[in-house]
C-alpha cells in the first residue's frame, strides 16, 4: 500500500488539507486538496473554537472527496504571537576513559540544553540541532562517533502557548484526525520553497500570509532564528477599507485587482471605479493612492522582517538572500520593494519537488501545507503517532530529535 502523509495549514484566510501519496522515488504526490475559508481565526491563533472547527472539517471533507481516503492523522501548521523560539546550549561530559560519543551522549546534550528554555505554561514544539562542539572544537554536524570529553549541543527551540496549542489541536481532534507533530509554520514552508544551496549558504524565508508574516533564518544547513510576526495581507486590506471607508471585502476585492507596492510604477492618471465594487462612500480613487498605502504598510512589514534579521546575528550575512512566500508574496512590486528596503535579493518561493495535483498548490500561499507533507515524509515514519503532550516529554523530545539530526545532515 501506498504511504500517505496528511498536512493541514490552519491559515487566518484559509484552511488547506493536502493528502499526499509518497512514490516509488520517495516524492510527494498530491492526490487530495481541500481548502476552505478560514473562520475563528486572529492572527494564527484559534479564537472560536466552534468556528475554526467548522472550516477544518471542510477543508478535510474536501480533501477526502478529492482523494477517496479517509484521513486519520495530520502533520498540523502552528504559528501565532505566543511562539517563542530561543538558541539554547546543553553541556554534557563524556567521561574521562577515552571513547567514542553515542547517540545517548548527544541526547543528554540536547535534554540539558532545553532544561535550561522552557517556561511554565509553555510546550515545546521543537527542538531542532544546530551544530555541536566538542572539546571547544565549533561546527561538528555529528559527533557520534567521534572522540571526545565534553561535548556542547547548540539547539534551536520552539515553544508555545499551552491553551493556544491546546484549541488548535482540539479543533482538528474534533474531525476525529489524530495530530502527528506540530510543526512551526515557517519550518513547513521552509521545507517546501528552499534549495539545499540557500539554506547552506544562509537564507531568510519570509512567508507574509493574511494574519501573519512568518520569518525563519536558515544558514549552514540549520535554522537558526524564528519568528512569527503579528502583521499580514488583512493589514493591508484593513488599510485600503480605512482610507476609503469600504467594507473589508470590497478593500479585499479591490487590492486583488488594483494592488501593488510601487506607487511609481503606476500611471497617475489611473482612476479606479470603486463604486463597481460594491457600497463605498467615493466612487472613484486614483489608483496610485491606493497604492501609496500599501506601500506604507509592506516597508512596515519589511522593517519588521529587518528587525528580525537582526535579531538573529546574521544581518549581512545571508548570501542567497530572502525567499518571500505565502500569499502576500504575489502583491505586484512587493518583491522589488522588500529588496530595496532589505538590500538583498529577494525571490518569490512556490512549492517544489512536488507532484500529482502540483498545479493546484502552485500558489505561494500553499507554501506551508506543501511544506507539511514535506516534513511528514522527511521526519516522520509510516506509523501513526498521538499528539505530544508535556509528560513524557523527554522520551518524545530524543526521538524526535534523532530524526530531525539524521535529516539534517548534508548529503
Ligand atoms: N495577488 C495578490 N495580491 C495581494 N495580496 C494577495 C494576492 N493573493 C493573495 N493575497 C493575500 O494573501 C493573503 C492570504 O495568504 P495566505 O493564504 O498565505 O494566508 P493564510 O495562510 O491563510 O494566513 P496566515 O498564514 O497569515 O495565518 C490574503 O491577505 C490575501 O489578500
Ligand atoms: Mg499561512
Redesign the pocket.
Not at 491559515?11 to 484559509?14: I, L
Not at 500570509?209 to 501573519?212: A, I
Given at each position: 500500500m501506498e504511504r500517505t502523509i496528511v498536512g493541514i495549514?490552519v491559515?487566518?484566510?484559509?484552511v488547506c488539507t493536502l493528502i499526499g501519496e509518497v512514490d516509488k522515488d520517495g516524492q510527494v504526490c498530491v492526490v487530495g486538496v481541500g481548502v476552505a475559508p478560514?473562520r475563528g481565526l486572529t492572527k494564527?491563533v484559534v479564537v472560536n473554537v466552534e468556528e475554526a472547527t467548522k472550516s477544518i472539517a471542510s477543508s478535510i471533507d474536501k480533501a477526502e472527496r478529492i482523494s477517496g481516503y479517509r484521513i486519520e492523522a495530520a502533520y498540523l501548521g502552528l504559528?501565532g504571537k505566543h511562539i517563542l523560539s530561543v538558541n539554547s546550549k546543553g553541556t554534557v561530559a563524556v567521561g574521562r576513559g577515552e571513547r567514542y560519543i553515542t547517540e545517548d551522549d548527544v541526547a543528554r546534550a540536547i535534554e540539558a540544553a532545553q532544561d535550561l528554555a522552557v517556561q511554565h505554561g509553555r510546550e515545546i514544539i521543537h527542538v531542532l540541532p544546530r551544530c555541536y562542539i566538542l572539546d571547544g572544537q565549533e561546527g561538528v554536524r555529528d559527533p557520534v562517533g567521534m572522540m571526545g570529553f565534553r561535548l556542547e549541543a547548540a539547539v534551536h527551540i520552539v515553544t508555545g502557548a499551552v491553551p493556544s496549542i491546546r484549541n488548535l489541536v482540539q479543533c482538528v481532534e474534533s474531525s476525529h484526525v489524530t495530530v502527528n507533530e506540530l510543526v512551526l509554520?515557517p519550518l513547513a514552508s521552509a521545507e517546501a520553497v528552499l534549495t539545499l544551496e540557500e539554506r547552506e549558504t544562509g537564507v531568510a524565508l519570509v512567508?507574509a500570509?493574511?494574519?501573519?508574516t512568518d520569518v525563519a533564518i536558515l544558514a549552514e544547513g540549520a535554522i537558526c532564528h524564528s519568528a512569527v510576526l503579528p502583521v499580514?495581507?488583512?493589514n493591508l486590506?484593513n488599510d485600503i477599507a480605512v482610507g476609503l471607508k469600504t467594507p473589508f471585502e470590497v478593500a479585499?476585492k479591490l487590492?486583488?485587482q488594483y494592488?501593488h507596492a510601487l506607487p511609481e510604477m503606476i500611471d497617475p492618471a489611473e482612476m479606479i471605479d470603486v463604486a463597481a465594487f460594491g457600497e463605498a462612500e467615493v466612487a472613484t480613487v486614483p489608483r496610485r493612492d491606493l497604492v501609496a498605502v500599501l506601500e506604507a504598510r509592506c516597508e512596515e512589514l519589511c522593517a519588521l522582517v529587518q528587525e528580525e534579521i537582526r535579531r538573529s546575528g546574521y544581518d549581512g550575512l545571508l548570501p542567497a538572500g530572502l525567499v518571500l512566500t505565502?500569499?502576500?508574496a504575489?502583491?505586484p512590486g512587493f518583491k522589488e520593494l522588500a529588496s530595496e528596503v532589505l538590500q538583498m535579493p529577494v525571490r518569490v518561493g512556490r512549492a517544489r519537488n512536488v507532484g500529482g495535483l502540483a498545479d493546484a498548490v502552485s500558489n505561494p500561499?500553499y507554501a506551508?501545507a506543501v511544506g507539511l507533507l514535506q516534513w511528514g515524509l522527511k521526519y516522520g515514519g509510516p506509523e501513526k503517532r498521538t499528539p505530544k503532550r508535556e509528560d513524557g516529554r523527554f522520551s518524545e523530545l530524543f526521538r524526535r530529535f534523532k530524526e530531525a539530526f539524521r535529516a539534517l545532515l548534508p548529503g
Open positions: 495549514d491559515g487566518t484566510t484559509k478560514s494564527g504559528a509554520q512567508d500570509g493574511g494574519g501573519t499580514g495581507g488583512n486590506t479585499e487590492k486583488l494592488g505565502g500569499g502576500t504575489e502583491l500561499s506551508t
